[in-house]
C-alpha cells in the first residue's frame, strides 16, 4: 500500500515510519499541502495522506478520484477540509477520531493558566532579571464559572480538570451527555446561560455550518464582561474580528487561541521572516492579554504515535478487510463514523 503523505513536518516521520513498517504501508512524504496544485503529485499512490490544513474539496476530490486512489487517510480528527458530499462513492475518507483529549484539554489549561497568572510576562521579565511584580496580579480560578461548549472526549476531560480546580462547569451540547451532570458542579444549560453566567468559556465542539462563528459580535455582547474565551477546537467558530473589536472595547479581559480562522497559510511554519499580511492576527496577538499558540494543543507524543498508529491501521482495514469503522459515511446529510461498512455507495 503506496500513501503520498502531504503536509509534512519533521515530528511526523518517525511514528509513520514506524507502524508503517511493522504493517506494510509505505509513506511517500510531501512538504506540500494538498490542494488542487499539488493534487497530481498522488499519481501512482492507492491513497493520501492528509491534515487539518490540506484542502479537499471538489477539484481535489475530482483529481484523485482520476488518478485511481482510492483512499483519503485523514491524519486528525476535525474534516471541516473535506467536502464530504463529494467525495461520497468516490474516496473512501478515514480519520483518526480520538488520539489524545488529553492532549488537547491540558493544553487548553496551560492557555487558560499562562493568560491570568500573567506566566508569559513574567517569563520574558525573569530572563531579564527583572523580578517587578507590578502588573502581574492574576486571579483565582476557584469558584468561578467555566462555560464549555462541546461535551464530547476533550470537552468532557477538560470539564474534568476544571472541577478539579473548584471551577463551576456551565455545559452545552447538541447532544446532551447528561451522565456527566454532576449537581451544580456541572450541569447543561442553554447557550445563552453560558453567554451571561460564564467567566471563561472554552470551545470543543467541531466546526459546521452551524457552528460557524458561534462566537460573533451578538454572542460576545451578551458576555461578562472580562470573559476569557479559549479556542483549541477550530478558528472559524470563532468571528476573529469581532473577539479583536471586543478586546478593544475591554469587554473580552482575554483570549487564548490555538487555532484562528485564516490559519492554513501561516500556521505550522515559520513566518518570521515574513511581513504579516493578516492585520487582524497581528493585532490580535500584539494585545498583552492574547496568546496564540499555531494548532500545537495536539502535539504531544503520546497523541503523534496514537495518530499513526491509528491511521495505519484505518488505512489496512480499508485495503485488506474492505471496511474500518473510522471510515466517515455522508449519508442523507449526515457524516459520522460508518458503522455498518456500506459507506461507499
Ligand atoms: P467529539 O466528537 O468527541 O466531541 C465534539 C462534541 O461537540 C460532541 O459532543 C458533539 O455532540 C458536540 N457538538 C456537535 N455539534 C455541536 C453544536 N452545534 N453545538 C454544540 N456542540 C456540538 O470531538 P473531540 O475529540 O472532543 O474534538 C473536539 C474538537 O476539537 C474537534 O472537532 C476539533 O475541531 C478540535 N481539535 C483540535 C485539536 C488541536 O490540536 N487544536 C486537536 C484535536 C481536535
Do not use: W
Not at 476530490?61 to 461520497?88: P, Q, T
Amino acid at each position: 500500500m503506496k500513501i503520498a503523505f502531504f503536509d509534512t513536518k519533521p515530528y511526523d516521520k518517525p511514528s509513520f515510519d514506524k507502524y508503517g513498517e511493522q504493517h506494510g504501508v509505505e509513506f511517500k512524504y510531501f512538504e506540500t499541502k494538498l490542494n488542487e496544485d499539488t493534487a497530481e503529485l498522488a499519481h501512482g499512490f492507492d491513497g493520501v495522506c492528509a491534515f487539518v490544513n490540506d484542502t479537499v474539496n471538489a477539484e481535489v476530490i475530482d483529481k484523485l478520484h482520476e488518478l485511481g486512489v482510492k483512499v483519503l487517510a485523514l491524519r486528525c480528527a476535525g474534516f471541516n477540509n473535506v467536502d464530504m458530499k463529494h467525495a461520497y462513492g468516490k474516496l473512501h475518507v478515514l480519520r483518526v477520531p480520538a488520539y489524545s483529549p488529553y492532549a488537547v484539554a491540558e493544553h487548553t489549561i496551560a492557555l487558560l493558566l499562562t493568560s491570568i497568572r500573567r506566566i508569559h510576562k513574567a517569563y520574558i521579565r525573569s530572563k531579564d532579571f527583572n523580578f517587578s511584580l507590578s502588573g502581574l496580579t492574576g486571579f483565582d480560578l476557584h469558584g468561578k464559572t467555566v462555560g464549555v461548549i462541546g461535551t464530547g472526549r476533550i470537552g468532557r476531560v477538560f470539564i474534568d480538570i476544571c472541577k478539579g480546580f473548584g471551577m463551576k462547569v456551565l455545559a452545552y451540547d447538541k447532544f446532551p451527555a447528561k451522565e456527566i451532570e454532576d449537581g451544580d458542579r456541572v450541569r447543561y444549560v442553554e447557550l445563552d446561560e453560558i453567554f451571561e453566567k460564564s467567566d471563561v468559556i472554552s470551545l470543543h465542539c467541531p466546526l459546521t455550518d452551524e457552528t460557524h462563528h458561534l462566537i460573533d459580535a451578538n454572542a460576545l455582547e451578551r458576555c461578562k464582561k472580562g470573559v476569557i474565551i479559549l479556542n483549541t477546537s477550530r478558528g472559524a467558530l470563532v468571528d476573529a474580528e469581532a473577539l479583536l473589536a471586543a478586546i478593544k472595547s475591554r469587554k473580552v479581559g482575554a483570549a487564548c487561541l490555538d487555532v484562528y480562522e485564516e490559519e492554513s497559510d501561516l500556521f505550522f511554519e515559520d513566518n518570521s521572516g515574513h511581513i504579516m499580511e493578516d492585520d487582524t492576527l497581528a493585532r490580535l496577538i500584539s494585545m498583552p492579554n492574547v496568546i496564540v499558540t499555531s494548532h500545537q494543543a495536539f502535539l504531544t507524543e503520546e497523541a503523534l504515535s496514537n495518530i499513526a498508529e491509528t491511521t495505519v491501521q484505518n488505512i489496512v482495514d480499508i485495503f485488506e478487510r474492505g471496511q474500518c469503522p473510522n471510515e466517515l459515511c455522508y449519508r442523507a446529510g449526515n457524516t459520522e463514523d460508518c458503522k455498518s461498512g456500506k459507506c461507499f455507495g
